[in-house]
DNA sequence: ATTAGCACTCAAGGCGAGAGAGTGCTAATG
DNA sequence: CATTAGCACTCTCTCGCCTTGAGTGCTAAT
């Protein structure tokens, strides 16, 4: 195991370093690190101690005669050893105070899923200063409730799609002829009596079969409103929360504009974002993505931090936070996990 | 008139600097104008000429031995003798084939007034690689369909308002106690027949006064039920399309970050820029907005085209371009005037 | 009125010296 | 034998100096 390979004083130093890092962006030198941190050694130790880590691959040089910089893996030895020692992420009074008025704006907007997807992804960017993203309960994960059918002008006809997590959808069809609004509530009756309590992707592939063998005994109708219930219950990708990139162009990493570009390419190519925070969607609590081990080329100058809300047991959904390398990875876990926590009882109750 | 102080060569003069400074955002000089704009005759007049432009204050120098630099006046001018030239603005045979496919799109898709929107912010960026911004009708323009009350959950009832312009907004409310759906339905019905082909402004109002004057004599119900309506109606300011700031960061105008953090402020100060649209939403065709002419503190470095969309004659919403100060006005009315077209005869048909 | 010629101004870029921060190595030390 | 003081070395950063070049304004000639 990688935290075996250094002695308690290197461990010290190289999360000294990082530390000192993450405070302040700038190469980190050993007499610095005598006179912030109290390691009880002379800078000609730490220096020697430094150019073991070096060695190990933990930290780099920017050029010869500049203080030491971590490297990816010195980000994440830093992560994991956090995570080793849980209770710093017990929740300060503060903290404590932050998440019940949370909770209480929350629960004022609960019922509209995106007023309450943009105050999370809002809180959590300002709380940080990173860019946040949240993505809303997948369609497996959402228990359908009812959908309700309107005829309205000529021929179109609106589908409002409840779950039992919030409204979810609208989507406007263009209406076969000849179809009255007592046809569609009949239709709306069928699908509510039949599907209630299902998960939206349990629906979908029950309703494309029942297309595909009911085909011929169901009259025409029938058949147009299976359909305009798949186009309801299709789930458009943009239906993720983002916010947060205005403030994190005050962060000194992105004084560069190219890194601003980057990072905006990044999340405007949302498949990639929604793969990778789909995959790491299953894992229990948080999940850290430092720079290079990110799978998006885009993202590989950045971390991202994700953890999943859940209903009960079941993980639901993703919040994820996107800063650079040398993020507050200490500051952003909790957050994160303060935030996610919140969600999941809102939604669960 | 302001025309009246130049003379034909001086016009001449004065378009081609700008010209050249749109072109390419570097100082202009004397030398530069008989090479590429033939205006027949030598640098030294030029370089009179231009003397006499500075005075007028039409053109600035950022140092003695620079080039000249439009003034925010200089391009004023510019913009005003394009109008006097209205046949420039005729459309391309290329734009306008753009524009039938344009069209074709915003067909499909106009019965979601969001993904419309979203549509014509995101063309009108990427065609112009400015900001683009567009406001959906306004509620005092918009005429009233018809009003949906949904009961789900234990007390939640959702309210979807449709306009003739579209779906327009769905908002869940607390139920009062009792409520059942038959309830809601009877309210809905005596909404709807009251008030169809209202503006949701005038509904507004008068929703007001009746509650008012027959709070004694209707039940606590109704009472309730009016009010669900007016929240239904309230109508929330996040509704503004932006696109394109990611497209600007590609100009040189905005290679320093600070430029783009200001107008990701202004854009994020959706109360100003509402006002400031608003403003200028009641003007017949193009209006252009440039630099200091700008009463927003953070807009002042930038330049602000906007126009309006009808429904036949009645302006229903805004559509606005926020691009550098040298931008391409030509390009940029006529782009946003193409669009405008588009939107209205999508929402008039 | 226009233009050629010329002196003048100023920003930008290249160069070199000096300062400063930090290292690696060696030899002394407890 | 780990630690440390001392020192030479390396590299970046900054400042000032100079040169270059683009462009001007003025004056005198056309």
Chains 1, 2 share one sequence.
Request: hydrophobic letters at 40%.
């Amino acid at each position: 195991m990688i935290f075996d390979m250094l002695d308690k004083r290197s461990k010290q130093v190289l999360q000294a370093v990082v530390q000192s890092y993450i405070n302040n962006p700038e190469p980190v030198g050993s007499r610095y690190i005598t006179k912030k941190y109290a390691v009880g050694c002379s800078p000609a130790t730490i220096r020697n101690i430094m150019a073991d880590l070096e060695d190990f691959g933990f930290l780099s040089q920017p050029h010869t005669s500049a203080g030491r910089v971590p490297t990816d893996k010195g980000y994440r030895f830093f992560v994991d050893s956090l995570g080793a020692m849980e209770e710093s992420r017990a929740q300060s009074e503060m903290s404590k105070e932050f998440a019940q008025q949370f909770m209480i704006r929350l629960e004022a907007i609960k019922d509209d899923i995106s007023m309450l997807f943009s105050e999370v992804t809002n809180t959590l960017s300002a709380l940080s200063n990173y860019v946040s993203i949240a993505l809303p309960p997948k369609p497996e994960k959402t228990t359908f409730n009812r959908i309700q059918l309107i005829k309205y002008r000529r021929n179109i006809i609106v589908a409002i799609l409840l779950t039992d997590e919030g409204v979810f959808r609208n989507r406007s069809l263009t209406a076969p002829e000849g179809v009255t609004q007592d046809d569609l509530d009949r239709i709306a009756d069928y699908i509510n009596t039949e599907y209630a309590g299902l998960t939206l992707d349990e629906i979908k592939k029950t309703l494309v079969q029942r297309i595909k063998y009911e085909k011929v005994l169901w009259d025409k109708l029938v058949n147009k409103a299976i359909e305009i219930c798949e186009q309801a219950l299709y789930f458009a990708e943009d239906d993720v929360f983002v916010s947060g990139l205005y403030d994190v162009m005050d962060l000194p990493d992105f004084s560069d504009i190219s890194h601003i570009k980057e990072l905006s390419r990044a999340i405007r190519d949302k498949h990639m974002m929604l793969k990778l925070l789909e995959e790491l969607s299953d894992a229990e609590g948080v999940k850290v993505v430092i720079g290079n081990e990110n799978p998006i080329v885009n993202l590989k100058g950045l971390s991202v931090v994700t953890t999943t809300y859940k209903e009960g047991e079941r993980p639901m959904g993703v919040i994820a936070l996107i800063g650079p390398r040398r993020m507050d990875y200490s500051k952003a876990i909790s957050m994160i996990d303060m935030v996610a926590h919140c969600v999941s009882r809102t939604l669960g109750g």
